[in-house]
């Protein structure tokens, strides 16, 4: 009986066996890959220890793909992002050269596996599931598709990506080291534990903004941002720093991931129609494109961007094209360096290498503008939305096929552009952390009390959550000497922004200058600026000044807050008029301090005694002159020059009263048309006195035969110079006179009275014509300089010459650097410096010795001697005597 039921026991469980076993064998017939994810990227695991994942935005979106079966496809990429090639490379030469040092990882190499993202966050997932799970398994095992062990992953090139990954690999405790994700959402600990990065915070960003807005006096701002984490938490944050700093955000508007045109027309009427001039842009620069494609579109300038680090140096938005809407922007950057090594390994790239690599054969595709021979990868394919907000579809393939003799020397793009290396060090202190983390994991290297949390560990046998604990201890020095620290949100505990400013240079491309630094710490921040040349904006020139606030003088509100108060739970602000500002209170309208160099005040009154003195002075000298016009000094210098040049310096002199004073429409218009003239009339004069010399020298080295120059010669060289000085002068006063007006920019608590200039190319013409002037007599008399002679003009105009370019060199960048009266006060200074300076050089010595030592006023004395030993030849300043072949010629060059 016993038996009999163990049969049936037996059976029965045989039987179950065999329906189970049938049922799995079915069931295993039906399991299929249904799809692959379509992902491109780079890999190199064999022959190395453990490898280190990454997640790069190749290219800048996902191509929409309609099944007609509803069945999920993984979609395809295009918009190639030279940029992000760039950061995938950067980290692939990080890797390598740790791979190749000793004091790092010595007994152990780092392989990689990189993905594309696509800048979706669909991909960014696809990715990261399949460095997690190598695509097949379900249950990740820390092993990839590569078949090694994965540490951690450098990415995601976007803050919306990173959280996307985050999502996932939080789970695991998988560490990930962010290179350009600064959304302060992944400060949050409790939802992304495993996230460190190189990148300050958005908050950090929010706070230099503020500061930044604050220092300016600024009260009522727009924002635009991108409708993803990036823009949502960076707004955010910056409208509680806003509200907390008791200023005002005149809107907020997003722009569209995925093209709207409703949602992108309502950002576009909110920058047109708003009476704000500043406007924050918290966005990327692939997001931000389409936006400023409408900024072109509706013609909107006028406006001061701030901008946010994501774009602020794209080469994708700082075209010369954008320069008119977009110049003169400011922003904040990360920190610029250099990467020994790197420009060399972007070069070494080309599709021959690895017929396999398509992104290498699509980058030389794109740069190149030419489709690979025998290649599948297609040539420039795009969808963009026109303005009309319809898709264009462009599967365009080039007509031209690449021969692989193409030189990337002859390439301007980002890809190869090493002189803004920023985000691309943020990838390399990232591997870095990652490399120095695994080095001190290797090595158990961990204080005593943290040992008690975080056991030992060997590579590649231990726990993900181990290496976060030494990434959150991690501090090394980077190649450029920057302290690398994470804080316990695993943002860094210090470091600074550059504050950029958008510029073009002379070969007419986009500038960024750096114009200051942000600099922060975990308990503190500090603004330092520097002196530079800022630009204000497309028409309004530059400025410069010992404080940035300089460059935000282009456009200043005139709509600035005057009280602020809660209706609706709304803030409001009223305007104050342009000639009022608020008061401490924010409550009420006050009349702004008005400036200008008035005859009262001390610098004022100071100049006015100099000039005058200075007239005093002149008229002195000329006294002189004429009383004593018939000895042998006076007459040897050619009198109606001198007195020519005496009656111009006291033009020149009296011309600095018409720069002080309340300026109006007559005096902007005499000031500097007399002061051109006046040194028109002082230098031309000096330049006949100087041609006589230099032909006077011409004659005593070449010991020739040459024509006398007869005294009109010299007059007519005036009267040319004059006239032409005239003539042009009366085109700039008639076509496009200066002008007296209110400026309210450089400082917008103050009303600053000044002159516009009218045109600066008619300004810069009669004041050249000057400058030319000055140059030949200089040329001519520094000739000259060793003719023979006691008491002759030659030493004593080129040393006058030397004095003037001494000061008037000195006078630009002194004038470049100051505003309002002080600016006005420098080039009174210039003027009556370089006024006495040839005054002092030219006449001091000849009516020292007229005054004081008339026994050396004489025929004899005054016209010197040469020396014996060539005793054929005899010349002063009042005559030049040659003799050859026993005939003397006399050439006058005095009357």
């Known amino acids: 009986m016993v038996s009999r039921k163990r049969c049936l026991i037996l059976g029965l469980t045989a039987f179950l066996w065999v329906e189970l076993h049938a049922q799995d064998e079915n069931q295993s017939g039906k399991c299929r890959l249904l799809g692959k994810f379509n992902l491109t990227g780079y890999v190199e695991a064999k022959n190395h220890s453990v490898i280190i994942g ?69 991909k960014t997932i696809e990715s990261t599931f399949t460095l997690l799970t190598g695509q097949e398994e379900y249950q990740p095992n820390i092993r990839n598709s590569t078949g090694k062990y994965l540490v951690g992953i450098i990415g995601a090139g976007g803050s919306s990506l990173s959280v996307a990954a985050l999502r996932i690999l939080s789970l695991y405790d998988m560490p990930q080291v962010g290179y350009t994700s600064s959304s302060s959402i992944l400060s949050d600990k409790f939802q992304f534990p495993s996230y460190y990065r190189t990148i300050p915070s958005d908050k950090i960003q929010s706070e230099a903004m503020v500061n930044l807005i604050q220092h300016f006096g600024w009260v009522w701002v727009g924002a ?49 129609t708003s009476t704000a001039r500043v406007i924050v ?16 579109h509706h013609n909107i300038t006028d406006r001061t961007w701030i901008a946010s680090e994501a774009w602020v140096t794209s080469a994708l938005i700082a075209k010369p094209e954008y320069f008119p809407y977009f110049g003169g922007t400011i922003g904040f950057a990360i920190p610029r360096t250099v990467i020994p090594g790197l420009k060399e390994f972007l070069y070494d790239v080309h599709p021959s290498k690895d017929p396999s690599d398509i992104l290498t054969i699509e980058f030389w595709q794109t740069a190149f503008n030419c489709t690979w021979p025998n290649s599948s990868v297609p040539y420039n394919v795009d969808h963009r939305v026109n303005m009309t907000g319809k898709e264009d579809r462009l599967y365009d393939m080039s007509d031209q096929l690449c021969t692989g003799e193409e030189k990337l020397e002859d390439l301007k793009n980002t890809y190869l552009d090493v002189s803004q290396l920023r985000i691309t060090n943020n990838v390399k202190q990232a591997v870095y952390a990652m490399a120095y983390a695994l080095d001190r994991l290797s090595r158990c290297d961990l204080p005593e009390e943290e040992k008690a949390y975080t056991p030992c560990s060997h590579i590649p046998d231990y726990d993900p959550f181990n290496l976060m604990a030494y990434l959150r201890l991690l501090e090394f020095t980077s190649h450029d000497g920057r302290k690398m620290q994470f804080n316990r949100l695993g943002d860094q505990k210090s470091g600074h922004y550059d504050i950029l400013n958008w510029q073009i240079d002379d070969a007419g491309e986009v500038a960024f200058v750096k114009v200051g630094e942000y600099k922060f710490q975990e308990s503190n921040f500090q603004i330092q600026y520097v002196q530079n040349c800022v630009h204000r904006g497309p028409g309004k020139g530059f400025f410069t000044g010992n404080r940035i606030a300089a460059l935000i003088a282009s456009h200043v509100l005139m709509d600035m807050c005057q009280r602020k108060k809660v209706e609706m739970g709304q803030r409001e602000c009223d305007p104050c008029g342009e000639d009022d500002w608020s008061n401490a209170q924010k409550n009420k309208c006050v009349p702004k301090e008005v400036e200008f160099l008035a005859y009262e005040e001390a610098l004022g009154f100071t100049l006015v005694i100099l000039s005058i003195l200075g007239a005093l002075v002149v008229l002195a000298a000329t006294v002189v002159y004429v009383i004593h016009r018939h000895t042998p000094l006076v007459k040897a210098n050619d009198r109606e020059l001198s007195f020519l040049i005496q009656m111009s310096l006291v033009i020149t002199v009296l011309s600095s009263l018409l720069f002080i004073g309340k300026p109006s429409n007559w005096s902007c218009m005499a000031r500097q048309v007399t002061l051109a003239l006046g040194f028109c009339l002082c230098l031309s004069s000096i330049l006949g006195k100087t041609i006589s010399l230099f032909f006077a020298y011409r004659i005593s080295i070449s010991k020739t035969r040459l024509i006398s120059m007869h005294p009109i010669i010299r007059k007519l060289i005036v009267l040319v110079c004059v006239l032409g000085e005239i003539v042009v002068c009366s085109a700039y006063l008639v076509l496009e006179p200066p002008r007296m007006f209110k400026n309210i920019e450089p400082q917008n608590v103050k009303i600053i009275f000044e002159c516009n200039e009218g045109s600066i190319e008619f300004l810069c013409s ?87 030592r008339p026994k050396r006023n004489t025929d004899e004395t005054v016209g010197g001697r040469v020396p014996t030993a060539d005793r054929s030849i005899q010349l002063t300043s009042a005559s030049v005597s040659s003799e050859l072949n026993n005939t003397t010629v006399s050439t006058v060059l005095d009357e």
């Open 281 to 296: 842009l918290f966005t990327s620069d692939i997001d931000l494109s389409p936006f400023v494609l409408e900024m072109v």
């Open 766 to 852: 009669i004041f050249g014509f000057d400058v030319l002037l000055a140059l030949l007599c200089f040329l001519t008399t520094f000739v000259a300089r060793q003719l023979p002679d006691n008491y002759y003009e030659g030493k004593c105009i080129t040393f006058a010459m030397l004095v003037f370019f001494i000061v008037w060199i000195s006078f630009v960048p002194a004038y470049l650097s100051t505003k309002g009266k002080f600016k006005v006060a420098v080039e009174l200074f210039a003027i009556l410096a370089s006024s006495y300076g040839l005054l002092g050089c030219i006449f001091l010595p000849k009516c020292f010795i007229i005054l004081l």
């Open 54 to 122: 990454g997640l790069f935005p190749i290219h800048s979106r996902t191509i929409p793909i309609d099944d007609p079966d509803g069945e999920p496809i993984s979609a395809l990429c295009e918009g190639f992002n030279f940029r992000g090639f760039r950061w995938m490379k950067a980290m692939i030469h990080t890797i390598k050269e740790i791979n190749e040092r000793t004091d790092i990882l010595p007994n152990h190499t780092l392989g990689y596996q990189i993905f594309d993202t696509c800048y979706t966050v669909s």
């Open 224 to 272: 635009i941002v991108a409708d993803d984490d990036y823009g949502k938490y960076g707004v955010k944050s910056f409208r509680e720093k806003m509200e907390s700093a008791h200023l005002c955000v005149a809107f907020s508007e997003t722009i569209p991931k995925v093209y709207s045109n409703e949602k992108m027309q309502n950002a576009v009427k909110a920058v047109k």
